[in-house]
Structures are given as structure tokens and as C-alpha cells.
């Protein structure tokens, strides 16, 4: 069934081409500032504010670059994308904080540099940072963006009729061919 495996397969394209292209998109996101106070061993987050702002899904344009489509068999296809990804998709929840080397790729990855309170740059390690940072994630958590299932919508919408034709049209040659016509 050659004409259904290629439509499967311009399918599979499409929907990787779109998912690289939603990695791109600039999306709303929450932004959370607390003061620190220490509550024991552990601290504790106070005067909590939070602000809606917008950015990209991908911090670095990686993810876009290693979203690839791998074909299983001739009828079996699928879009293969980095682990963390999933991360990406579903979010972290509290309590779980991030591996410190990922922590200080993604801070080099995004250029981020210490401020203070006055806004000017500060002398503050990374390490110092990733640790600021990394306490935050374990308080509040990283809230997800499905940048995934919308697009999935989109190509079966898009592609149904298509691909309904091609399977039509094999059928038909698989019976003529069966009964010699």
C-alpha cells in the first residue's frame, strides 16, 4: 500500500516541521518573585508576587534542532524529540527540584546574569544562582506548555481527506489486482 505509507510518511513530516515550529512560538508564561525567609532546615517563600509575561517554549533552539521523524516500518512512524521535552510538555512539580549541571547549562544557555535588588549586575556565582533558582523550582514548581497535542489536532484535521483518499485508492488496486482487473 504504497500510496497510504507515503501520505503517512508526508504526514509525519508535517507534524514534526509544525511541533519545530511551535517550540518557536512565544507563549504566556508566570512569573513568580519571593522574599526568603529560613524556617528551620528548610526555607520558606513570603511576600509572594506573580506577573504574566511572554517567551519562548525552547530557551537555547536545541529542542527544535533534535525534533526528528523515524520510521518504524512502512506503516509506522513517529517524531522523536529530546527527554526533556517532557518537562517542556507536563512542567515539574513542587518539591522536585533540577539536576545542577541542567541548571547551569540552561543559565548559560539564556546569558542569565545576577542582578540585585537595585536592578544593576552583581558579582554572584552561577553555582549561587542555580542554587536561587533550583529553590524556587522546588517551592512552586515549573508550569507546563503543550506545545504538542494542538499540533497533533491540526495535521490529523488537515491531513484526514488525504490520507482517507490514499488508503481508498490502495484498496482499490490491492482488489483489482486480486481479481485481475
Not at 17 to 42: C, D, F, Q, Y
Not at 140 to 166: C, M, N, Q
Amino acid at each position: 500500500m504504497p500510496k497510504t505509507s507515503a501520505q503517512l510518511g508526508r504526514m509525519a513530516n508535517a507534524f514534526a516541521e509544525a511541533l519545530k515550529s511551535a517550540t518557536k512560538r512565544r507563549v504566556k508564561k508566570t512569573g513568580i518573585r519571593a522574599n526568603w525567609k529560613r524556617a528551620g532546615k528548610n526555607w520558606m517563600a513570603y511576600n509572594i508576587r506573580k506577573s504574566k509575561y511572554t517567551s519562548q517554549i525552547s530557551a537555547s533552539g536545541n529542542l527544535a534542532k533534535n525534533i526528528k521523524v523515524v520510521q518504524e516500518d512502512a506503516y509506522e512512524y513517529s517524531v522523536a524529540m529530546p527527554y526533556y521535552s517532557y518537562y517542556i510538555i507536563n512542567g515539574r512539580n513542587k518539591g522536585k527540584g533540577i539536576p545542577v549541571k541542567v541548571m547551569d547549562k540552561w543559565i548559560r544557555d539564556k546569558r542569565i546574569k545576577p542582578r540585585g535588588g537595585d536592578g544593576k549586575f552583581t558579582s554572584m556565582s552561577k553555582k549561587t544562582l542555580g542554587f536561587l533558582m533550583n529553590r524556587k523550582i522546588k517551592y512552586f514548581g515549573i508550569e507546563g506548555h503543550d506545545f504538542v497535542t494542538p499540533e497533533r489536532e491540526e495535521i490529523k484535521r488537515r491531513y484526514k481527506s488525504a490520507l482517507t483518499r490514499a488508503l481508498n485508492q490502495d484498496i482499490s488496486a490491492l482488489i483489482n489486482k486480486k481479481l485481475g482487473l
